[in-house]
Structures are given as C-alpha cells and as structure tokens.
C-alpha cells in the first residue's frame, strides 16, 4: 500500500509541475496546510520547522514528544500533515502513528528515523512516508509537498 500510495503521490506531483511554468506558481495552487513536526531534538525539530517554514503555503506546529502532539492531535484538527520521529520519551512515533491513524486514517504521517530497520515497520503501521536521517531538504519538500498537493483531493473523493 505505502508503495502504490507513493507512486500516486510523486505522478500527482509531476503533473502538477508540468501545468505550472514556475515552482513559485505551483506554490500559488496549495492551500495554506499545518504540518506538525515532532521530535525530541530541538536542534532537527527547530532545522525541519526552519526548512518548511520557507514553504509559502506551511504552517508549522511543533512537539517535544508523541504525547504532547497526541494531546493537540486528537482534540482538533490541528494539523494537515504529521512529520515524527520515532525515538522518543513519554510516546515515541510508532504508538502516536497508530493513535493519529486510527482517529484520522487518511491523514498523511511521515516517519523519520536514522534506524534504516524501521522502514519495515513504518510499512506495516501504515506510514505515508520514511525519511532516513540524515535527509537532503529536497527529499523533505519533495514528500511534504506530494502530500499536500493531493490531501484536498483525497479528502474530496472519500466523500463522495
């Protein structure tokens, strides 16, 4: 599934970038979408706040742990988008993945990790997406912007 999801996710993305002449037009076309970092590292948490903050349409929310964020999480809609890491006290990533996905399936979670082994297991959680620490910006922008470029479009056919 994670996968097929991926692959969905990177042709909606390239078509995108085809009808658009500029990448600052493409920018125009998403809607403004919360990201929720979450890390206990307040130097990659502060570093991936700082990335996708140069993103016009990102807001971003950040949390020390899983618990803090699931606290935010499952009392609104706080976020569009989560990114998390999986290492962490109180509640790592993996036990705040299945919390966020069973409350809201279809909400995109992204894990990140510099456990190269916990990719299988983002896989069998249902994560939308892996990113292995050290990250290239690039690798980052490329996902989150996958993601919210298709979120509206995903939550629109779920209601037909």
């Not at 979450?38 to 570093?47: E, I, W």
Request: proline share 4%; glycine share 2%; charged share 30%.
């Amino acid at each position: 599934m994670m996968c097929n999801t991926r692959l969905v996710k990177f042709e909606r993305k390239m078509t995108v970038s085809l009808l658009c002449d500029t990448e600052k037009e493409m920018n125009k076309m998403i809607p403004t979408k919360k990201i929720a970092v979450v890390d206990d590292s307040s130097l990659s948490r502060d570093f991936v706040k700082t990335a996708l903050e140069s993103l016009p349409w990102a807001e971003v929310v950040t949390y020390e742990d899983g618990q803090m964020a699931w606290e935010a999480l499952r009392n609104s809609d706080s976020a569009d988008i989560v990114l998390t890491d999986i290492k962490m006290p109180r509640m790592n990533g993996l036990e705040l993945l299945k919390r966020v996905k069973a409350k809201e399936p279809q909400k995109p979670c992204v894990l990140m990790s510099a456990t190269p082994e916990y990719v299988n297991i983002a896989t069998m959680l249902q994560a939308d997406g892996f990113l292995l620490k050290p990250f290239e910006l690039t690798e980052l922008f490329t996902l989150v912007e996958s993601f919210a470029l298709i979120h509206d479009d995903l939550a629109w056919s779920r209601a037909s």
